[in-house]
């Protein structure tokens, strides 16, 4: 059976998710951004959940080249995960010319401990994908998520069937960027990708009116994961 994973940023958001038959939840904050790390206080909440909840180690949005300042972050936000229990952490982490910082990435590997590991999309964004690819198997890392180096998964077909058939089963292909239940089955089938990533929102945001909270540049809420969404793509890869 192909692993499901949804990304969700709010309590409401978690909630829906863990009622579904998922394999991974990836706990981030800003999804409009990519997602960034969530707050210790979305950790705590999310600790106790049936479902295994990664959490996003990334201090802002942007580009992955971060300072030695902002990995000081990132060490400290994954030992807040830790402290709370998750099951794994999602990050990743470039050099200049976008090949992963390899150095970086091993600092922050050590600081996981016993954390499940997941690439986050920076390889996206590499020059070479088969050598990051080595790169992340050498790291240790559990799964790669990844559109394929395209704009989206579909896309990314034949370089994600590529790294499916370089990896040779050390570790896990998870195509994310466009998933849907229109394309899930053929994504799957055409690429032999273990895992599919998504928010699976009707919508990036919930359709409440104009209000004066939004009128002052306040923001507006995340629109959570669809249920019907999620079993709609789960009826197109097991029918």
Same mark, same amino acid.
Not at 158 to 175: D, N, Q, Y
Not at 183 to 197: D, F, K, S, Y
């Given at each position: 059976?192909?692993?499901?994973?949804?990304?969700? #940023?709010?309590?409401?958001?978690?909630?829906?998710?863990?009622?579904?038959?998922?394999?991974?939840?990836?706990?981030?904050? =800003?999804? #409009?951004? %990519?997602?960034? *790390?969530?707050?210790?206080?979305?950790?705590?909440?999310? =600790?106790?959940?049936?479902?295994?909840?990664?959490?996003?180690?990334?201090?802002?949005?942007?580009?992955?080249?971060? *300072? #030695?300042?902002?990995?000081?972050?990132?060490?400290?936000?994954?030992?807040?995960?830790?402290?709370? %229990?998750?099951?794994?952490?999602?990050?990743?982490?470039?050099?200049?010319?976008?090949?992963?910082?390899?150095?970086?990435?091993?600092?922050?590997?050590?600081?996981?401990?016993?954390?499940?590991? *997941?690439?986050?999309?920076?390889?996206?964004?590499?020059?070479?994908?088969?050598? =990051?690819?080595?790169?992340?198997?050498?790291?240790?890392?559990?799964?790669?998520?990844?559109?394929?180096?395209?704009?989206?998964?579909?896309?990314?077909?034949?370089?994600?069937?590529?790294?499916?058939?370089? =990896?040779?089963?050390?570790?896990?292909?998870?195509?994310?960027?466009?998933?849907?239940?229109?394309?899930?089955?053929?994504?799957?089938?055409?690429?032999?990708?273990?895992?599919?990533?998504?928010?699976?929102?009707?919508?990036?945001?919930?359709?409440?009116?104009?209000?004066?909270?939004?009128?002052?540049?306040?923001?507006?809420?995340?629109?959570?994961?669809?249920?019907?969404?999620?079993? #709609?793509?789960?009826?197109?890869?097991?029918?």
């Amino acid at each position: 059976m192909t692993e499901l994973e949804v990304c969700v #940023d709010t309590a409401e958001a978690l909630a829906i998710a863990q009622a579904e038959t998922l394999a991974r939840i990836e706990l981030c904050s =800003a999804l #409009d951004l %990519g997602g960034l *790390t969530p707050s210790v206080g979305m950790m705590q909440l999310a =600790a106790d959940s049936p479902v295994p909840v990664y959490a996003m180690i990334r201090p802002r949005g942007g580009s992955f080249v971060f *300072t #030695d300042q902002e990995e000081k972050i990132m060490l400290a936000d994954i030992q807040a995960a830790r402290t709370a %229990g998750l099951a794994g952490i999602v990050l990743g982490a470039s050099q200049p010319d976008n090949r992963l910082n390899a150095d970086m990435l091993q600092r922050l590997s050590a600081a996981c401990g016993p954390l499940q590991r *997941t690439l986050h999309r920076a390889f996206d964004l590499v020059p070479d994908p088969f050598e =990051a690819l080595e790169t992340a198997i050498a790291l240790g890392f559990d799964r790669i998520l990844t559109s394929g180096c395209a704009l989206d998964a579909v896309s990314g077909i034949p370089v994600l069937k590529a790294l499916v058939h370089e =990896a040779k089963g050390r570790l896990s292909i998870m195509a994310g960027s466009g998933v849907t239940h229109a394309n899930a089955e053929m994504i799957v089938r055409q690429t032999g990708v273990q895992a599919l990533h998504g928010s699976f929102r009707t919508s990036s945001r919930h359709s409440f009116p104009q209000n004066m909270t939004t009128r002052m540049g306040f923001g507006s809420i995340s629109a959570p994961p669809s249920p019907e969404m999620i079993q #709609d793509l789960r009826t197109a890869l097991d029918p």
